[in-house]
């Protein structure tokens, strides 16, 4: 290599730079307003591209949303800090204010969430999992001085003369002739291995929470997680439409210790619960697993089984959040509540990055204010930029959850006709407001040996991608876990003209895969 300088050498990521472009999305723009990237072609005009990836999420309200760039100039101009790190903090202050008003108001509840503000989701998650953890360390600091409690006053009642029921010894491993101190060393001992245990996680199926270390631990995703397994903590991942398997998993972990207590007149041993279980991480609307809205009845099931084991309930907002499902928060409309929900993506407006961990009053341990930070955290120009997206999207008495709604049900409908018209290679449409997801047939089985060659790859929602960008000019990608399944993210000023530019598109795409012709598939014709 001669020179960093010439723009021919890439050293930012380049190899999947060249997987993207190897699939005929490796198109690199100059330009973006509203839904519409652009880029300029050899001849140097600018082509538009309806963009539905959206910044995989992050553009409830487009691209430079004219507002919030207005706002932008107006801060940077008024030498607004941004940085004054370990100072009040009131635009974060007040961001955090608005959030709660809108989370009392969708989820009815009164209690406080107090804020620990990140950068990206991948960090507000680690936030809510090293939150929860700090708790858990808390909770079993208690349980382990009262169980030393316990046997303090039951030693003092053997020595008073009270009686160990035989059961005890079975129950703490020890033959009677061990006598009392062998089975309280027993129980010390027993305690101690199941108490020192690593703390579990839960999430369901297809669960995506990020990829920073102990994030991709609650990715169900292997090829994202097994290669870090041995960074953290581990989950147990949960099927989401088998009824009681939940609660089957959790007892199968048998998160008891052994409780020496003295009960009608005789020292015994019982077994209690302990919180072995960290956290349960859920999306409402599962994104990069393949946009999946999560039923009620699991909803119900998470919330039943996470109170009876005092598990806090972490609600992932990440990506379907910010109005984006037609709610403020997708899991309103569900009816799951969160002990902590996380927010990012279009929390910052699309212009800024910033994310959010809010935690229940009732779960929050103030001192690990004391132990987390990040040196971005709570800047002020994502703060403000935060808080005028919130504003934006309450205006009008939520014109923007309601335009959300409705723009979504359009494009649900169209996209709904497109699959009755082509059942044979459209095998799903679902999702919620402008979270939508179009499943394609599997082709491992086509006729064209090179349909089956490109489905075999893996790669069949990728070639489907390059076809609407270079074809139709229309930027989609499948999601990262189910890759047949291309998933649809506009921002709320989507048209009826660009809805039907869609329909154009897939109905074409609908056509060339049930002819199999792959050649105009993989070309842009
Ligand atoms: O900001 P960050 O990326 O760290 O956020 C992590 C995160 C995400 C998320 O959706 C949820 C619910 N929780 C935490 C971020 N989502 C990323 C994403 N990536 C892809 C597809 C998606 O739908 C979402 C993706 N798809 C294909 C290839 C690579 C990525």
Redesign the pocket.
Known sequence: MNSTETTDVKLAEPHLEQVLASAGIGVEYTRAERNTLYYRDEEGTEIPVLDLVGG??SLILGHNHPDLVAHAKDLLDAGTPIHAQFSPHPHANRAALELNRIVHRETGTEEPYFAVFAN???EA?EAALKHAEFDRGLRLAELRDELAAHRVAARAAVAAGENVAASAYAAAGVAPEAGFEGLIEAVERENARRLARSPLFLAPEGA????LVGSVQLTHNEAFRLPFGSLAAQARFVPVDQPGVLGKIVREEGAVVLDVVTRDGEVGVVERPFPLFCAFLI?PIQ??GGIRVISEAFAQEVRTLCREIACPVVV?E??SGMGRSGAFLASSLIGLRGDYYTL??SLGGGIAKTSVTLIREGCYRQDFELVHSSTFAKDGFSSQIALRTLQLLEADDGRAYRTAREVGGKLLTMLEEVRSDFPDVIKDVRGKGLMLGVEFHDQVRAASPDLRAVAESGFLGYVIAGHLLNAHRIRV?P??SSVNTL?IEPSIHLSDEEIEQLRTALRAVGSLLRDQDVQRLVGAG
Do not use: L, M, P
């Open positions: 995989f999420g990206s989701g991948a998650v995506f929470h990020g990829k999306e994104g990069e992932d990440i990506q990012a993506k990608f999601t990262g998933r």
